[in-house]
């Protein structure tokens, strides 16, 4: 199990977040539910369409996202505009990890101009989350629930 390898500091940081995990497919959501809780994240939510998404945003005020590029609904594209320009919803600096099945340089860049932190190309391993999540952390950008 990778959380062996996570110092006390970061151990203590993922105690605290709160995940939103956003994919269409049930097995992705289950490996990334997996991925996280193997690193000790205190909690997570996941919803299948990008509406769900979008609800879950107000409900469970996430401390960062995880949100496939390809989900069905309203699409991500979308959900990153909403979340970047919102007066309304409860973190518009939301950490938004992106995860899809294509690393197209068109498709990265886009998102990374749309405001997502980052972008990983599926499938996901413990390492890379942890690593991400440590760096969202130390730029200040993980908000606590």
Same mark, same amino acid.
């Not at 690193?39 to 919803?47: I, N, R, Y």
């Not at 945003?57 to 995880?66: G, L, N, Q, R």
């Not at 518009?92 to 997502?116: M, R, T, W």
């Given at each position: 199990m990778y959380a062996r390898g996570i110092n006390e500091t970061k151990r203590a940081v993922l105690r605290e977040l709160v995940v939103?995990?956003? +994919?269409? =497919? @049930?097995?992705s959501r289950s490996i990334m539910r997996t991925i996280i809780t =193997?690193?000790? !994240?205190? @909690?997570?939510? +996941? !919803? &299948? &369409?990008? +509406? /769900? /998404?979008?609800?879950?945003? !107000?409900t469970f005020e996430p401390s960062v996202m995880i949100l496939d590029w390809n989900i069905p609904g309203l699409d991500a594209r979308e959900i990153v505009r909403?979340?970047?320009g919102s007066r309304t919803l409860p973190n518009s600096a939301l950490p938004i990890i992106a995860i899809s099945n294509s690393g197209k340089a068109s498709v990265v860049n886009e998102a990374l101009a749309l405001g !997502?932190?980052?972008? #990983?190309?599926?499938?996901? $391993?413990?390492?890379?989350?942890?690593?991400?999540? $440590?760096?969202? =952390? $130390?730029r200040g #950008?993980?908000?606590y629930a």
């Amino acid at each position: 199990m990778y959380a062996r390898g996570i110092n006390e500091t970061k151990r203590a940081v993922l105690r605290e977040l709160v995940v939103l995990i956003a +994919d269409g =497919q @049930s097995y992705s959501r289950s490996i990334m539910r997996t991925i996280i809780t =193997q690193l000790g !994240v205190k @909690s997570a939510c +996941d !919803v &299948n &369409n990008g +509406d /769900a /998404a979008l609800e879950a945003i !107000v409900t469970f005020e996430p401390s960062v996202m995880i949100l496939d590029w390809n989900i069905p609904g309203l699409d991500a594209r979308e959900i990153v505009r909403m979340v970047r320009g919102s007066r309304t919803l409860p973190n518009s600096a939301l950490p938004i990890i992106a995860i899809s099945n294509s690393g197209k340089a068109s498709v990265v860049n886009e998102a990374l101009a749309l405001g !997502v932190n980052y972008f #990983l190309v599926k499938p996901i $391993s413990p390492r890379r989350s942890e690593e991400h999540t $440590s760096e969202l =952390q $130390s730029r200040g #950008l993980i908000s606590y629930a």
